[in-house]
């Protein structure tokens, strides 16, 4: 109930500052924001994508088999499978190639942690 008051409350204020831009309520819509965005974090916490996870969603998204895939970064299907099915990491250059391929950063593709 608190959250949805803070929400409900932010919303009111930027409505109000958008009609009559005032420094004050910029600096209690930034401190609630913050601290709405602390909460979610804690309570509503996003699950981290594995990146096989990640490779099979943009593969998904981009309705692309796994031999179109394969033959665009230049490795076996066979080898992409294995990938895909978790029997193989994915390599740095890989990662690179599949970054490059799919328009974002490589590291999605990088096991980090």
Known sequence: AQHRHALTMV?????INAKEPNPAYEEVIDLLAT??????????????ATPVQVLEH????????????????????????????????????????FGQFFGVSP???LDLE
């Open 35 to 48: 601290l709405i965005s602390k909460y979610e974090d804690e309570v509503f916490p996003i699950p981290k």
């Open 107 to 109: 590291a999605l593709f």
């Open 58 to 97: 943009l593969l998904g998204e981009r309705e692309l088999s796994q031999q179109q895939l394969a033959n665009a970064i230049g490795i076996s299907a066979a080898h992409l499978s294995n990938v895909l099915s978790g029997a193989r990491d994915i390599t740095l250059e890989q990662a690179r190639k």
């Open 11 to 15: 919303e009111e204020l930027m409505a």
